[in-house]
């Protein structure tokens, strides 16, 4: 077993041990908390009787409400019909976890059920934040946790062992915790001394208290401060805490939490069941709208998105399967179902015309109560909001939610939005009726930069509502937001820009380019980087604005999930593009299509110089294909391809083009399949190139005959001046072969030989070249099996040697004889 393998099994040991410690302590909760009867018992284990027997009958009640109040699904006041039991229509969601540092997503899904499960992060969790997108379903997550506890399900199939769930809408929060908790969980008249007492044991057993906070980007900004330190641990630091944000709000906590959770949504499978479950008495029309699904890559993605497949179900119903495909006419058809609905239910004349029309005036109104709470940050108000109002129709309507009774502290009936998504379209509602009116202009609108980030959805609507009517109002509002992204060169504007961009789009597709191209021949800066949040649409519209641009030299894609139909886009702007230099698109899901659709715009292009493709899924199809594209570029400098799955073909076939070419200078293939057979082709075609300065082969599996190949090259190559072969096998004769070659060469001046296995023998070939050679500077041999003869023999070369300034030769077996004759010639 070599020593990276011991390393690793003793960390898979540690771990496992600290499984095994976690498995242990469910089990002893296993065995000490007995089955517990369903719901409407009132049983106890014997902690409960001892840590809060004497508020038994009061967490009953909690229980009560809860079960009542979070047992059932009914996001739309609107539709009395859409209401059903969480344990009917409850769906998995995707969940995965980030890394704290930065707040990176991994690949790691995480079971809902085990949020508080040790990783390696941390190995007692108690503060688990989970961050995600509107409508995810993290308030749906929450009531089910909240409703499974009421149920007294057992321990190890929720969470560690609490006794006490305490969930809080941060929403409906204006004051501090205690008196949060009395407003919104304890029994109505209970007496101040029992109240006192439940807070006592809260304090007093905080261990077995979890606290759920549930939206806290809904939580006033004067009262943040206070929950932050909850957070951090500053009060109740013991407790149990499961919080949810959008990740505007998320951020400026992620620092204080064990756990970084991310719902993703549904996954096709969960929203595939989720629609089954809500058409179970109508198989037609959940086939129906599954059918569309598979055919509609647009709607396709609006299912990841759990209130959007709500509401699509809902719509589905109404059209029977005619569905928009875009968010904001969802979001209007929503709209139209709610006024179609209110003109049934009140007996209305039926009309032909658009409702929201109809409506208009009180929707604007609508729409500015809307916008004034999101700006102040207030998510309720009372019937004060409604003077001045010629119609009394708004609070009948039914997108409001009556709030009367839910809360002690507001006795008086006020109203919020079911959602805040809601209250973000109409927002958008009321702006795209001041920019038509002129009441505002869009410089105005976009100058207030929380419309690209914590108001982004609302920047959005806007857009999408109106390219429905006024095309020429929404290009004039792209034209600001333009201005702000030559501004700031912030990456938050670009991506707000092209989420603008798709929810304006129509059905044919036109506008939405006319609206990307508008965007690009408007874009002045000269780099552009987007990480993370870039998918193929979102690479097409960036496509075209590419095609329309004439000042962006640096276009950075790496760390996205663009695949070929994107990278297929992206080098169609590639052939029409004159400024484009730089283009890197590491890391995303480009295969061999894909890398044959830029191969073309390569042979095209006149401009580009860098092509970075590393870390994707590059075969030797798709390396052909570049291959034939260098044959004929004559601009290109530089192209990466490392971690792909190029082998010895794909290798030979870049060999040929290298041959050819007489612009490229670097060419990095790391990690691939390549061989001795490839590295014998790469060789030849360096003999014959006079232009390339560097050749990066590490972490390949090149042996003693490939480098001997490389070697032959190197003496007959006169610009050459980087060689990695790093991290492959090769032996004493492949070393032997590369010094006779550096005795030989006068332009390399950096070799890497590094994690091979070169011993005595190879190292002191290779330090009579180093005695000989005047242009060598860099020579990497650590992690080879060196030991103290050729260690000395390295020692008195560097003592001749008079160019040499980094030799390297940690992690090999040198002896104390080895380490002297080195220590003798620094001093």
């Known amino acids: 077993m070599s020593k990276k393998q011991g390393q690793k099994s003793l960390k898979d040991v540690l771990w496992n041990q600290v499984m095994q410690m976690y498995r242990g302590k469910k089990k002893k909760r296993e065995h000490s908390d007995p089955d517990q009867a369903e719901a409407g018992t009132s049983t106890h284990s014997d902690q409960e009787q001892d840590a809060f027997g004497p508020v038994a009958d009061f967490i009953d009640v909690i229980r009560q409400l809860y079960k009542r109040r979070e047992g059932w699904f009914a996001p739309f006041p609107w539709c009395e019909e859409f209401r059903f039991h969480l344990d009917n229509i409850f769906t998995r969601l995707k969940v995965v976890s980030r890394k704290k540092e930065r707040g990176v997503k991994t690949d790691s899904i995480v079971n809902m059920l085990e949020i508080f499960k040790p990783h390696e992060e941390c190995s007692e969790p108690r503060k688990v934040l989970i961050e995600g997108q509107p409508g995810m379903g993290k308030t749906t997550y929450c009531n089910k946790v909240a409703y499974d506890w009421a149920k007294n399900c057992k321990a190890e199939d929720l969470f560690p062992d609490f006794q006490v769930l305490l969930l809080l809408r941060c929403r409906e929060i204006n004051s501090d915790l205690w008196e949060a908790i009395d407003d919104q969980i304890l029994p109505r008249g209970i007496k101040k001394e029992e109240k006192e007492k439940f807070f006592t044991l809260i304090q007093d057993h905080q261990s077995k208290v979890l606290l759920v906070l549930d939206g806290l980007d809904e939580l006033t900004s004067l009262y943040l401060p206070a929950y932050k330190e909850i957070i951090q641990g500053r009060m109740l630091p013991k407790c149990y805490l499961l919080v949810t944000a959008r990740h505007e709000a998320g951020i400026k906590v992620r620092e204080c939490c064990d756990t970084l959770l991310e719902v993703e949504g549904f996954t096709k499978h969960a929203a595939e069941d989720f629609i089954s479950r809500y058409f179970k008495t109508d198989e037609h029309l959940a086939k129906k709208l599954l059918d569309k699904l598979c055919t509609d890559a647009s709607l396709s993605e609006l299912t990841a998105n759990p209130l959007n497949t709500a509401l699509l179900c809902l719509l589905c119903e109404d059209f029977q399967g005619d569905l928009p495909k875009r968010r904001t006419l969802l979001y209007h058809e929503i709209v139209q179902c709610v006024l179609r609905r209110y003109s049934k239910k009140e007996e209305l004349p039926k009309t032909d015309e658009d409702l929201t029309q109809l409506y208009h005036a009180e929707l604007k109104h609508l729409g500015s109560i809307a916008l004034n709470g ?244 590059i075969g030797d199809t798709g390396a052909a294909a570049l291959a034939k594209a260098v044959e004929v570029n004559s601009t290109l400098t530089g192209l990466a391809l490392s971690n792909n799955g190029i082998g010895d073909t794909g290798a030979a076939a870049l060999a040929k083009s290298v041959e050819i070419n007489s612009t490229l200078r670097e060419l990095y293939l790391v990690r691939n399949g390549i061989s001795d057979s490839g590295a014998a082709a790469l060789a030849k075609a360096v003999e014959i190139n006079s232009t390339l300065t560097g050749l990066n082969l590490s972490a390949n599996g090149i042996g003693d005959s490939g480098a001997a190949a490389l070697a032959e090259a190197v003496e007959i190559n006169s610009t050459l001046t980087e060689l990695d072969l790093r991290s492959n096998r090769i032996g004493d004769s492949g070393a032997a072969a590369l010094a006779k070659a550096v005795e030989i060469n006068s332009t390399l001046t950096q070799l890497d030989l590094h994690s091979n296995r070169i011993g005595d023998s190879g190292a002191a070939a290779l330090a009579k070249a180093v005695e000989i050679n005047s242009t060598l500077k860099e020579l990497y041999l650590a992690a080879n099996e060196i030991g103290g003869s050729g260690a000395a023999a390295l020692a008195k070369a560097v003592g001749i040697n008079s160019t040499l300034t980094h030799l390297t030769l940690s992690n090999n077996e040198i002896v104390d004889f080895g380490a002297a004759a080195l220590l003798k010639q620094k001093n």
């Open 374 to 617: 999101l700006l102040n940050d207030k998510m309720y108000f009372d019937d004060s909001a409604f003077r001045n109002v010629t119609s009394n129709l708004i609070p009948e309507l039914g997108f409001l939610s009556a709030q009367a009774g839910r809360s002690k502290r507001r006795p008086s009936c006020c109203y919020g939005f079911l959602h805040k998504s809601f209250q973000e379209f109409f927002a958008a509602f009321y702006l795209s009726c001041q920019l038509v009116n002129e009441e505002i202009s869009p410089d105005d609108l976009v100058a207030d930069t929380r419309y690209f980030k914590e108001f982004q959805q609302v920047l959005m609507f806007t857009c999408g509502i109106l390219a429905q009517r006024y095309e020429a109002k929404a290009m004039a509002l792209m034209a600001s937001i333009a201005s702000q992204i030559n501004q700031s060169n912030e990456e938050d504007y670009l991506l707000t820009a092209l989420n603008c961009i798709k929810e304006s789009d129509n059905e044919q597709g036109s506008f939405g380019k006319e609206l990307a191209r508008s965007l690009g021949s408007l874009l002045k800066i000269q780099r552009i980087s987007c990480q993370w949040q870039i998918g193929d649409s979102d690479a097409a519209i960036l496509a075209h604005a590419m095609a329309a641009n004439s000042t962006v030299t640096v276009l950075l894609l790496h760390f996205n999930n663009i695949d070929d139909s994107g990278a297929a886009a992206l080098a169609k702007a590639v052939e029409i593009n004159s400024t484009l230099t730089t283009l890197d698109l590491s890391y995303n899901g480009i295969s061999d299509s894909g890398a044959a659709a830029l191969a073309k715009a390569v042979e095209i292009n006149s401009t580009l110089t860098g092509l970075v493709l590393s870390n994707n899924g």
